[in-house]
């Protein structure tokens, strides 16, 4: 049974542009992305649990691959896209009071401190 799913606007263009240029249609091309993907979790060379514990702390990010870590990278800035709203009522608290870190146009930005 087909399901529909919401997929941000930067995400489909992303996807749409694949898509065109592998000739395949949209959700070909995410059915092709779902394969890769659920190979690369199930591969030997990288550890989806591994980067779930790290993502919980419960493991360095330096005990990670280099492919485990760029998993663990993707994930922290998803969930920095994607917080609660008392998270985000926290980061203004913080950037209201000169203090924090956080993503602008997909790009990492840090805030400086108040003048000691």
């Known amino acids: 049974m087909a399901k529909t799913i919401k997929i941000d606007d930067e995400l489909m263009e992303v996807i749409g542009r694949e898509a065109e240029m592998m000739s395949r249609s949209l959700a070909g091309q995410v059915r092709h992305w779902v394969r890769i993907g659920m190979s690369i979790e199930k591969s030997r060379f ?10 919980s702390g419960k493991l360095s990010p330096d005990a990670l691959t280099a492919g485990e870590q ?37 790009e990492i930005r840090k805030e400086s401190g108040p003048a000691d």
């Open 70 to 106: 760029e998993a663990y990278i993707d994930n922290l800035f998803d969930a920095a896209r994607s917080g609660t709203v008392e998270q985000g009522k926290f980061f203004a608290t913080r950037k209201a009071d000169g203090l924090g870190a956080g993503l602008r146009d997909g």
């Open 46 to 55: 990288f550890d989806q649990s591994r980067v779930v514990e790290a993502l």
